[in-house]
């Protein structure tokens, strides 16, 4: 049942994956901005996109260094 379960969601995610990928090579201007799963829009406010983003993000998970 586990393994069913398992490689349902494997089949799943490399579909998703196909699709991204078909996406990006054959239309990039209309590549999704958030992924296809995104239920909130708000969730994307929580994905660090420039560099200093990034590094503020780094410094709050692992202190300053």
């Keep these: 049942m586990r393994l069913s379960t398992e490689s349902k969601q494997t089949d799943y995610l490399n579909f ?11 239309d990039p201007k209309n590549y999704p901005k958030l ?13 660090a996109t420039t560099d200093s983003q990034r590094l503020a993000m780094v410094r709050i998970k692992y202190g300053k260094k």
């Design 35 to 47: 992924p296809y799963l995104t239920k909130d829009k708000d969730e994307s406010k929580h994905i």
């Design 16 to 26: 998703l994956l196909g699709q991204y990928i078909a996406t990006g090579v054959n």
